[in-house]
């Protein structure tokens, strides 16, 4: 029943990244390009996005328990560790970056560790 639910929910936000035109590079791309041809309009999908997440997750942790399930399975520790927060370069991946830029206080912190890691790589 789990892989059935899992399979439905995954194939649904396939299905919204198509209707909103993010399967095409070329959108993302443009989003990128901000000195460009900028195009603001994947900004809207995520902040609607956050904005769904957002009243879902109070809607679903109001409950004793999840639907399918036993427990929910949250995160206990509030606080973030230096290991959590910092990627060191010589174990970190290029994908490890763009995960780190979402923990890091300054992009700027995170565009110093990705020329760490790019000068350490032979």
């Known amino acids: 029943m789990s892989f059935l639910v899992n399979l439905a929910l995954g194939l649904l936000f396939g299905t919204g990244l198509v209707v909103s035109g993010m399967a095409d590079p070329a959108k993302v791309l443009n989003f990128l390009d901000i000195f460009g041809t900028w195009d603001p ?27 399918i399930g036993k427990t929910f399975h949250l995160p206990t520790r509030k606080t973030l560790t230096r290991a959590l927060s910092l990627v060191r370069p010589s174990s970190a991946s290029a994908g490890d970056f763009a995960a780190s830029a979402l923990v890091l206080r300054s992009p700027q912190s995170a565009l110093v560790q990705l020329a760490r890691w790019l000068s350490s790589r032979p």
């Open 41 to 67: 309009s994947l900004a809207f999908v995520m902040g609607g996005a956050v904005v769904v997440a957002f009243i879902g997750y109070r809607l679903v942790l109001r409950r004793d328990a999840p639907i």
